[in-house]
């Protein structure tokens, strides 16, 4: 049974970093054709991709959002991290992160979301 | 850039009746990586379709995807009260390389 988890701050600063970790059980990030990405989503909005990580430590990023992001992971610990810099008030979502494989390259298992304010 | 544009915004239907979504993407799509999300409120979004045409694990036969090149239509052919939700197109293609529409919120008239 694949299932995944976020966690991180919920409340943020404007131009601090954020930074999420995703925690997952039920599959490997060493295993060929994996991959964990994170997907973000404002309230009341449409869902927007941010970055992936493949099991051979292939990253994507959004090009919009490339020079603020990194992704990590961390094989031992089952763990994918995310941080953002410079955070704004627009960058306010729930934060998901979920399960790909390069093969269909879809997100067929997701997170339950961690939603990120970004307020003074 | 991929743009996916789903219609209609909101599709007012009664239980019963038959869905139908549109997905038309700005540039031609590999059908292997077209597919559809439904998501209720409070909840993450659930994989439906892949393959532009495949159902997800778990997924009743009531839901249908099809389509190809920017064209890409998911069906649910009689509507349960629990299929009211929002539905997501995504892509994987060029960069951006996943892209997702605007959604389609299927309401209960």
């Known amino acids: 049974q694949i299932t995944l988890k976020e966690s991180g701050p919920t409340l943020v600063k404007p131009t601090q970093t954020l930074t999420l970790t995703c925690t997952f059980s039920g599959f490997s990030l060493s295993t060929s054709g994996v991959g964990v990405g994170w997907i973000r989503q404002p309230p009341g909005k449409a869902l927007e991709w941010l970055a992936l990580?493949?099991?051979?430590?292939?990253?994507r990023y959004s090009p919009s959002l490339k020079s603020r992001l990194t992704i990590t992971k961390d094989t031992s610990k089952n763990q994918v991290v995310l941080t953002m810099t410079n955070m704004d008030p627009v960058d306010t979502a729930t934060y998901y992160c979920a399960h790909s494989e390069i093969w269909i390259q879809d997100f067929d298992y997701w997170g339950q979301g961690t939603l990120v304010t970004v307020s003074s | 850039e991929i743009v996916l544009t789903q219609s209609p915004g909101t599709l007012s239907l009664s239980p019963g009746e038959r869905a139908t979504l549109s997905c038309r993407a700005s540039?031609?799509?590999?059908?292997?990586?077209l597919a559809w999300y439904q998501q209720k409120p409070g909840q993450a979004p659930r994989l439906l379709i892949y393959g532009a045409s495949s159902r997800a694990t778990g997924i009743p036969d009531r839901f249908s995807g099809s389509g190809s090149g920017t064209d890409f239509t998911l069906t649910i052919s009689r509507l349960e009260p629990e299929d009211f939700a929002v539905y997501y197109c995504q892509q994987y293609g060029s960069s951006p390389q996943w892209t997702f529409g605007q959604g389609t919120k299927v309401e209960i008239k």
């Open positions: 990580i493949y099991w051979d430590d292939d990253k």
């Open positions: 540039q031609s799509v590999s059908s292997s990586y």
